[in-house]
C-alpha cells in the first residue's frame, strides 16, 4: 500500500474550480494505517491495491501526441476492479449494450427485497453463500407468483446492492420484472398490468411473508450443513439458543419487500439499469474533504424527506465501511431468471417477440452518463480526441508499469 501522507490529501482542481477528492486518495494517504490496525480479507487487500494504483503510473501507459496541433497527453490504465469507483463507465457501457437486446416492448416493475438487519453479522461472514441465496429466493418468490397465480413464466434481471447512504450495511436486491409473460404452453403473452394503473406486480405483503419464509429455511438448511461460519459478531449464533432466538425474532418480523410502479417501457429499464448496474459503494462526486484524518461526504437522508446532508468519519472507519461492501471473488453481483435466464434464453425471447409483434430489437437511446466516472471511462475503447483542439491523439510511445512495495 501506497505509503500515508503526513498532512491532508491534495485535491485536483476541476474546470470550474471545483475540488475533487477520490476514494483513491483516502486509500494512498491512510491504507497503511488502517491495514496495520484492522484484519482485512485477501479480496479485500486487493480492492485497496487496485484502487489506490488506478492511472496512475504504477500500472503503464501511453504517451500520445493529438496529430493536428501536437499537444502532447500521458494517460495511464486503468484497475478495471469492479469496486473501483472510476473503472465502472466503461464495464457499465458494455453491458448495456448487450442488454438492449434482451429488452421487451413491455412494461416492467422494479421489486426490491431487503434482508432485515439483524442478519448482518452473519452476511459479514458468509457473503458467498447468503447473497446467493438472497438471489435464489427472490427469484423463486416472484417466479411462484407468476406461475401460480397468473400461468406465467417472467423476465427477471437481478442487482446486488450492500450499502445504504452512509455506507453501512444494508443488503438488498434490486429486481427488474417484465409486466408479462409466457404461458405454460408458450401460445400467447399474458400480460400482468393490471388495468386501473396498479402500483404493484403481485400483492407486496404476501410476497413478503413468502419471501421470509423461504429465505429462514434456506438459511437453516445451510446450519443443518455445517456451511455457515462464525467469527466475531456472529461467534454466539454458533451456540443453539442464541441462534434459535434469532429465528424467533426474524420469523415473526417483517421483511421489507418494496415495489415500485411500473416502467412506462424499454427505454425507461435501459435508464434505470444505467444508474443501478455496476453501481460501487460511494461514487467519487459524493466526496467533499479529504484530510486530517478524516473523510466528508454527502448523503441522502430519507428518514428525513430526502435531505441532503453531510457526514464527516475517520478516514478508517470510512475504510471499514467500505471494505464491508467488497463482494467475495468472482461472485456474480448481476443475474437473469425466467426467460431472461442463459438456457433457452434466445429461443424464449424470440418467441415472446414473435407473440408481441416485435421484430429484433430497435436501437435505444444511450445510457445515461454517469457523472461520478471520469471522461476517459466513458470513452474507453473510442478514438481519443485532443482536449484542446479536438484532433486524433495517436499514441507514441507506451510506459512500462512503475512498479513500487505495496505490502
Not at 252 to 257: E, G, L, Q, R, T
Request: include cysteine; aromatic fraction near 8%; charged fraction near 20%.
Amino acid at each position: 500500500m501506497v505509503a500515508p501522507l503526513s498532512v491532508a490529501v491534495a485535491a485536483a482542481v476541476e474546470p470550474g474550480g471545483r475540488t475533487a477528492f477520490e476514494v483513491a486518495d483516502v486509500v494512498r494517504a491512510y491504507g497503511a494505517d488502517f491495514l496495520r490496525t484492522h484484519p482485512t480479507s485477501r479480496a479485500q487487500r486487493r480492492v485497496l491495491r487496485a484502487i489506490a494504483c488506478c492511472r496512475t503510473a504504477a500500472l503503464g501507459g501511453h504517451r500520445e501526441v493529438c496529430e493536428d496541433c501536437g499537444q502532447p497527453r500521458i494517460t495511464y490504465n486503468s484497475c478495471h476492479n469492479r469496486h473501483c469507483p472510476k473503472c465502472q463507465g466503461a464495464q457499465r457501457a458494455k453491458w448495456l449494450a448487450a442488454e438492449q437486446a434482451l429488452l421487451l416492448p413491455v412494461p416492467y416493475f422494479h421489486v426490491v427485497f431487503t434482508l432485515p438487519h439483524q442478519l448482518n453479522p452473519l452476511l459479514r461472514t458468509n457473503p458467498r453463500w447468503l447473497y446467493a441465496l438472497l438471489f435464489r429466493t427472490a427469484a423463486a418468490t416472484l417466479q411462484h407468483f407468476a406461475r401460480r397465480r397468473r400461468g406465467v413464466e417472467i423476465g427477471i434481471t437481478m442487482v446486488l446492492h450492500t450499502w445504504g447512504q452512509t455506507l453501512t450495511e444494508h443488503v438488498h436486491v434490486h429486481c427488474v420484472v417484465t409486466g408479462g409473460g409466457l404461458t405454460r404452453d408458450r401460445t400467447r403473452w399474458k400480460s400482468l398490468v393490471r388495468k386501473g394503473g396498479r402500483p404493484f406486480l403481485f400483492p407486496v405483503k404476501v410476497l413478503s411473508r413468502r419471501f421470509r419464509d423461504a429465505y429462514l429455511a434456506g438459511l437453516e438448511r445451510l446450519r443443518a450443513r455445517h456451511q455457515l461460519l462464525y467469527v466475531g459478531d456472529s461467534i454466539p449464533l454458533a451456540a443453539p439458543a442464541p441462534w434459535e432466538d434469532l429465528a424467533a425474532t426474524l420469523r415473526y418480523a417483517k421483511w421489507v419487500v418494496y415495489a415500485k410502479a411500473p416502467f412506462g417501457g424499454p427505454q425507461q429499464v435501459l435508464k434505470y439499469l444505467s444508474r443501478y448496474t455496476h453501481r460501487v459503494a460511494i461514487a467519487n462526486s459524493r466526496l467533499t474533504f479529504v484530510g486530517d484524518g478524516r473523510v466528508r461526504f454527502r448523503y441522502v437522508d430519507y428518514a428525513d424527506q430526502r435531505t441532503d446532508k453531510d457526514m464527516t468519519l475517520t478516514a478508517t472507519e470510512f475504510l471499514r465501511r467500505f471494505l464491508l461492501h467488497v463482494v467475495p471473488a468472482g461472485f456474480m453481483r448481476i443475474r437473469h431468471y425466467g426467460l431472461l435466464a442463459n438456457c433457452k434464453r434466445a429461443a424464449k425471447l424470440a418467441r415472446c417477440r414473435e407473440l408481441l409483434g416485435a421484430g429484433p430489437t430497435a436501437a435505444l437511446p444511450a445510457p445515461v452518463a454517469d457523472a461520478s466516472a471520469p471522461p476517459a471511462a466513458a470513452s474507453e475503447g473510442a478514438a481519443a480526441r485532443c482536449p484542446r483542439c479536438g484532433g486524433l491523439m495517436r499514441v507514441v510511445e507506451i510506459l512500462a508499469p512503475q512498479r513500487h512495495d505495496t505490502s
